[in-house]
């Protein structure tokens, strides 16, 4: 096989693989909020909702970038855990 068809196969497979992650994280993300309770949220002093869901995506992105990436991960995301607590 010649290095330019090895090349596109690894995109393609690269591409349905990035796909298919997208998929499963949006199917993941619905099913639980669909199963969220009005105790199960929080609101911020914007009046938004902060969800469960929010926190699981979060830490579901921060999962698998650090798992995808062979450096150390450093992230500023947009929920704090603190008002976990």
Sequence with gaps: ???CQV???QSIASTVYSITLQYRVQSSLQAVQAQLSAAEKVDKLDDS???VADYGAQA???WVLSDGL???LS???EEDSASLT
Excluded: D, K, R
Aim: aromatic share 0%; net charge negative; hydrophobic share 50%.
């Design 75 to 77: 992230m500023v995301a």
């Design 7 to 9: 090349q596109s196969l």
């Design 70 to 72: 062979e450096t150390g």
């Design 49 to 51: 909702p902060v969800t």
């Design 60 to 62: 579901l992105v921060s």
């Design 1 to 3: 096989m010649q290095a």
